[in-house]
């Protein structure tokens, strides 16, 4: 049976966050935790692909023990067994020490095919899916918008900004998904129930993974953030309240004195 | 006493919560404007597995508990009541009569198939001359051999004309008044079974309401659910589960009536500045959502008795009469706050008011809650 | 790893069908900049298939040195090759610092050759400097939706990589008379690393002017109200010489496509003009357009945040200001 790996990250819902404009700070509070789109995209094509083919899907997570909610969605939607990769070593990873870690958690598992995300919306970096391929060594497909099994092969629509490429690769590879790949269905009352008195996730901590401590963590990350701020928002310039005829007016003035007419 | 909900009945009400907002509360305003019967959204929550929620898996429902269902009702009806109705219907009655009295034969024939959602469920006690004085039937069963004969009608069938199976009360022996009727299960496009015009309504405006019309109809004997006679007693029963489904669409037209109050009062200005900073909005508002609060408390209670308690008639009674008395109230008084604009149909308020006045009245009036209260604390 | 050994800044270009994404001459003016403050020369590193053609507009645009990769397995982007390729000319090179467009290609190649090369990568920059004291590479990005910037150091491997987002940096002044030295490299492994078969290559047609190249944007949000008043726009685009983008409210409204996008999830632009029509302004859409010389403003609601970068902001319908605008406009240029 085709073995396919997914793995989501637990995001907060970015669209949700407001500064305050006093202080100019963000607001976290109450903000709820989400599985990444681009991931829950990816999830939901392995389980398209399940229910055509007959697939395992595999679900793993990185992160902190309350990622647990993120699998149990996946359970819920209809995977069929998760791990969660959860340890204070692996904290303060980059991308590749986050990278380098997954691979390892992978690697216990079987697999064909591994689907990721694209990016999350908290980093949108883009840069794990194609660096856990590096590291286990097999081709990576980045930017799916439609996946196909042929045989022992994917064929992926593979998206550029004014174009796309349809090609093809052996299996095992690495996809990563766009949102626009599938639009994710919703979990079932009953999948909710059996994800958390049925199904378990499974955790791994730092001794279940053969990886190396210098290529975990902090300590395994090249980058290091050494400064973290709110963007300054660019000086206020002049608003006016007119009627219509004096709106237009005062914008044709200005676009006269600046030299754009 | 622990008042949270637990990790999977909140993750319920998150998938509930995202299903309502995009799938339901797009179609709200439309289907109470056309009077129109939501079939797309019915279709959706066959596929999702939300016609039957609370009822075991091996007769096609989810396996999750009354809590479950209790709480999509309540979501759906934050945003559509019409919806919510609909499938508090399909969800309440039919099945836990087919799941308590009915045979295995019957379970399979008719429960799997209301579970799965490729049937439609409705209830049929009402009659003309028997509304709160449910026992005054006189829809009437004969028995001709291998069939009853059923005449007679029914009036103000929620479902009925989009309904596949109608669970109907018709009396057997005459002599014998309550004891006397019998419970059947109707099929659509049975031989002498016609469904009426559907009825114009206040409220609740999408959902269909007919009477329901019997003449010679031909039964089988094997659609009788229980012995004959215990129809009465049967219903009875299931009407507290079917309470406690309606208590939990009146609190979700509250708490959407709610949600939509407190947006417009941030947004609407008067005297310079927002309603909401006016004291007599602010203890409007603080005063309702302490009564939705304890609507809420109501209706899960109910909803865990009906799990955990083999009598729940009191609970399911007091949720009903409190949580369809704080929709009224509630929507009344927001209104109020919405001004003059509540009154217009661009908002939702006005759709809200009129849709909550029908849970003061059906599955047992406000008055007849009252009566199943006293007499449970006289007794 | 000896970082002492790592000196000089390669710049990625990017070329598709023969052509150089304009990203990469932006990255070879941050380059030019960066090398100053450094004290070394800037390469930049060319793949594909019959390309020689380029090394001129390279050296035009700030390049002091030019390597090319010309293999026929480089013609098409292919991850696997195009690392390798990267790789190799890399651990021959040894330079300090990697840039890379943030492109569909630049955003696939990065992490996969990051991860080869066992160094850090920093995506999607909007800021490059050079630490006066550690001679570091300081790199500032955008995250969580564009509400934070995070500058982010790579202090102990070598390369120091990062991708930059097209329209963020500044081409230099071209210089016809500039010239570059051009080393042909030879990739040693391509046959083994091609595993991934490209079937067919589908360009999208009726590509409307790319709104990172448009000079003038005309750009329009929810306040919009229907997909049809986005007419309005492209009226007053038409008068004014412009190009009409949008908001994410319009394309997640389903009125505009998605390639016409500004902000964090869209693309990143900076005209010299832009006209920002019924958009109230969320963190994630100023992050996209803050940066443009002039930004007017028309919005009906006098607290949008959109009026706190507006140069010029006018509170009012943009349904009926912008066909008055586009008309007044056509008047005056008729009297020109």
């Known amino acids: 049976m085709l073995?396919?790996?997914?793995?989501?990250?637990?995001?907060?819902?970015?669209?949700?966050?407001?500064?305050?404009?006093?202080?100019?700070?963000?607001?976290?509070?109450?903000?709820?935790?989400?599985?990444?789109?681009?991931?829950?995209?990816?999830?939901?094509?392995?389980?398209?692909?399940?229910?055509?083919?007959?697939?395992?899907?595999?679900?793993?997570?990185?992160?902190?023990?309350?990622?647990?909610?993120?699998?149990?969605?996946?359970?819920?939607?209809?995977?069929?067994?998760?791990?969660?990769?959860?340890?204070?070593?692996?904290?303060?990873?980059?991308?590749?020490?986050?990278?380098?870690?997954?691979?390892?958690?992978?690697?216990?598992?079987?697999?064909?095919?591994?689907?990721?995300?694209?990016?999350?919306?908290?980093?949108?970096?883009?840069?794990?899916?194609?660096?856990?391929?590096?590291?286990?060594?097999?081709?990576?497909?980045?930017?799916?918008?439609?996946?196909?099994?042929?045989?022992?092969?994917?064929?992926?629509?593979?998206?550029?900004?004014?174009?796309?490429?349809?090609?093809?690769?052996?299996?095992?590879?690495?996809?990563?998904?766009?949102?626009?790949?599938?639009?994710?269905?919703?979990?079932?009352?009953?999948?909710?129930?059996?994800?958390?008195?049925?199904?378990?996730?499974?955790?791994?901590?730092?001794?279940?993974?053969?990886?190396?401590?210098?290529?975990?963590?902090?300590?395994?990350?090249?980058?290091?953030?050494?400064?973290?701020?709110?963007?300054?928002?660019k000086g206020k310039g002049t608003v006016v309240n007119l009627d219509t005829q004096e709106s237009v007016d005062f914008l044709i003035e200005k676009l006269q004195e600046k030299f754009v007419l | 006493m622990d008042f949270t909900l637990s990790k999977e009945h909140q993750m319920l009400q998150k998938l509930y919560q995202d299903f309502a907002e995009r799938e339901v509360k797009p179609l709200a305003a439309e289907l109470d404007e056309e009077e129109r019967f939501p079939d797309e959204t019915l279709v959706k929550l066959r596929q999702n597995g939300m016609m039957g929620v609370s009822y075991p898996k091996e007769y096609g429902g989810q396996g999750c508990d009354m809590l479950a269902n209790v709480l999509l009702i309540e979501e759906i009806a934050k945003v559509c009541a019409t919806t919510a109705v609909i499938l508090a219907v399909h969800s309440s009655l039919v099945p836990s009569i087919l799941l308590k009295h009915?045979?295995?034969?019957?379970?399979?024939?008719?429960?799997?198939?209301?579970?799965?959602?490729?049937?439609?469920?409705?209830?049929?006690?009402?009659?003309?001359?028997?509304?709160?004085?449910?026992?005054?039937?006189?829809?009437?069963?004969?028995?001709?051999?291998?069939?009853?004969?059923?005449?007679?009608?029914?009036?103000?069938?929620?479902?009925?004309?989009?309904?596949?199976?109608?669970?109907?009360?018709?009396?057997?022996?005459?002599?014998?008044?309550?004891?006397?009727?019998?419970?059947?299960?109707?099929?659509?496009?049975?031989?002498?079974?016609?469904?009426?015009?559907?009825?114009?309504?206040?409220?609740?405006?999408?959902?269909?309401?007919?009477?329901?019309?019997?003449?010679?109809?031909?039964?089988?004997?094997?659609?009788?659910?229980?012995?004959?006679?215990?129809?009465?007693?049967?219903?009875?029963?299931?009407?507290?589960?079917?309470?406690?489904?309606?208590?939990?669409?009146?609190?979700?037209?509250?708490?959407?009536?709610?949600?939509?109050?407190?947006?417009?009062?941030?947004?609407?200005?008067?005297?310079?500045?927002?309603?909401?900073?006016?004291?007599?909005?602010?203890?409007?508002?603080?005063?309702?959502?302490?009564?939705?609060?304890?609507?809420?408390?109501?209706?899960?209670?109910?909803?865990?008795?009906?799990?955990?308690?083999?009598?729940?008639?009191?609970?399911?009674?007091?949720?009903?009469?409190?949580?369809?008395?704080?929709?009224?109230?509630?929507?009344?008084?927001?209104?109020?706050?919405?001004?003059?604009?509540?009154?217009?149909?661009?908002?939702?308020?006005?759709?809200?008011?009129?849709?909550?006045?029908?849970?003061?009245?059906?599955?047992?009036?406000?008055?007849?809650?009252?009566?199943?209260?006293?007499?449970?604390?006289?007794? | 790893m000896n970082i002492a050994e790592y000196k000089g800044i390669h710049v990625f270009v990017q070329q598709v069908d023969g052509k150089i994404t304009s990203v990469s001459y932006e990255l070879l003016g941050k380059g030019k900049e960066l090398a100053q403050d450094l004290g070394c020369d800037v390469t930049a590193v060319v793949l594909g298939s019959n390309i020689s053609h380029l090394s001129k507009p390279l050296a035009k645009y700030g390049a002091d040195h030019i390597i090319m990769a010309d293999d026929p397995a480089l013609e098409v982007y292919t991850t696997e090759p195009y690392t390798q390729a990267m790789y190799e000319i890399i651990q021959a090179k040894t330079p300090e610092i990697v840039l890379c467009g943030a492109t569909a290609i630049g955003r696939d190649l990065a992490p996969r050759l990051s991860a080869r090369l066992h160094t850090g990568l920093t995506a999607d920059c909007t800021k490059l400097e050079i630490d006066a004291e550690t001679k570091n590479l300081r790199m500032t990005r955008p995250a969580f939706g564009g509400n934070i910037m995070a500058t982010i150091i790579c202090a102990n491997h070598r390369p120091q990589m990062a991708t930059v987002r097209p329209g963020v940096m500044q081409k230099t002044e071209p210089d016809d008379n500039a010239q570059?030295?051009?080393?042909?490299?030879?990739?040693?492994?391509?046959?083994?690393?091609?595993?991934?078969?490209?079937?067919?290559?589908?360009?999208?047609?009726?590509?409307?002017?790319?709104?990172?190249?448009?000079?003038?944007?005309?750009?329009?949000?929810?306040?919009?109200?229907?997909?049809?008043?986005?007419?309005?726009?492209?009226?007053?685009?038409?008068?004014?010489?412009?190009?009409?983008s949008c908001s994410r409210a319009a394309v997640d409204a389903g009125w505009t496509d998605k390639e016409q996008q500004v902000g964090q999830t869209g693309k990143t632009v900076r005209p010299n003009l832009y006209v920002a029509c019924g958009i109230s302004g969320a963190i994630q859409h100023l992050a996209g357009m803050e940066e443009s010389d002039i930004i007017i403003a028309i919005n009906k609601d006098p607290d949008a945040p959109i009026f706190e970068v507006a140069d010029y902001g006018v509170v009012g319908d943009a349904l009926k200001i912008v066909p008055l605008l586009a008309q007044e406009i056509k008047k005056l240029l008729a009297a020109q």
């Open chain 1, 3 to 233: 073995n396919i790996v997914v793995c989501i990250k637990q995001v907060p819902d970015t669209n949700e966050v407001k500064l305050n404009p006093e202080t100019g700070t963000l607001i976290r509070d109450g903000i709820p935790n989400i599985i990444n789109p681009d991931d829950k995209s990816a999830l939901e094509a392995a389980l398209q692909l399940k229910d055509k083919h007959g697939a395992k899907v595999t679900v793993i997570s990185m992160g902190p023990a309350q990622a647990d909610d993120v699998l149990r969605e996946a359970l819920a939607m209809g995977a069929d067994e998760t791990f969660l990769v959860t340890d204070r070593a692996f904290g303060g990873a980059d991308t590749w020490a986050t990278s380098s870690t997954l691979a390892s958690a992978i690697s216990k598992v079987p697999y064909d095919l591994i689907i990721t995300g694209r990016q999350a919306i908290d980093g949108d970096t883009a840069q794990v899916g194609p660096q856990i391929a590096e590291h286990l060594g097999i081709p990576n497909i980045s930017y799916a918008e439609a996946i196909e099994l042929d045989g022992d092969s994917v064929i992926v629509k593979r998206m550029y900004e004014d174009r796309y490429h349809m090609v093809k690769a052996k299996m095992p590879c690495l996809i990563t998904a766009l949102a626009e790949l599938a639009e994710p269905r919703y979990m079932t009352p009953g999948g909710v129930f059996d994800a958390y008195r049925e199904k378990e996730v499974t955790i791994w901590g730092r001794d279940d993974l053969d990886v190396a401590t210098e290529n975990i963590g902090l300590k395994g990350s090249p980058t290091r953030v050494v400064k973290s701020f709110t963007k300054e928002l």
């Open chain 2, 102 to 379: 009915g045979s295995e034969e019957q379970k399979q024939k008719y429960l799997t198939p209301l579970m799965k959602g490729d049937y439609l469920g409705a209830f049929a006690i009402t009659e003309a001359n028997a509304g709160t004085d449910a026992a005054a039937q006189q829809t009437k069963a004969d028995r001709d051999g291998d069939y009853y004969i059923l005449n007679g009608s029914k009036l103000f069938i929620t479902n009925a004309g989009k309904a596949d199976v109608y669970l109907v009360l018709a009396v057997t022996d005459k002599t014998k008044r309550s004891r006397g009727i019998s419970a059947f299960v109707i099929e659509k496009g049975m031989e002498g079974f016609t469904i009426g015009p559907k009825e114009k309504k206040m409220g609740l405006r999408g959902s269909s309401t007919c009477e329901i019309i019997f003449e010679n109809c031909k039964v089988p004997k094997e659609n009788r659910i229980g012995a004959e006679g215990k129809g009465y007693s049967i219903a009875l029963g299931a009407l507290d589960i079917g309470r406690i489904g309606i208590a939990a669409q009146a609190l979700g037209i509250a708490e959407g009536a709610f949600d939509e109050t407190v947006q417009y009062v941030k947004e609407r200005k008067q005297f310079g500045k927002p309603l909401a900073a006016f004291q007599n909005t602010q203890f409007t508002l603080a005063a309702m959502k302490a009564k939705i609060d304890a609507a809420k408390l109501l209706v899960y209670r109910a909803a865990l008795a009906k799990d955990n308690q083999k009598v729940f008639s009191l609970e399911a009674a007091t949720a009903k009469l409190f949580a369809s008395e704080t929709a009224m109230e509630v929507t009344t008084q927001f209104l109020q706050l919405f001004g003059g604009y509540g009154y217009m149909r661009d908002y939702p308020i006005e759709r809200m008011m009129r849709d909550a006045k029908i849970t003061q009245i059906y599955e047992g009036t406000s008055e007849v809650q009252k009566m199943v209260i006293s007499s449970t604390v006289l007794k």
């Open chain 3, 180 to 244: 570059a030295d051009v080393e042909q490299f030879a990739v040693s492994n391509l046959s083994e690393c091609q595993n991934v078969e490209i079937m067919e290559i589908v360009k999208k047609t009726g590509a409307k002017i790319d709104i990172q190249d448009a000079k003038i944007l005309i750009s329009g949000g929810r306040g919009m109200n229907a997909p049809e008043n986005f007419s309005l726009l492209q009226q007053l685009a038409d008068e004014i010489g412009g190009t009409v």
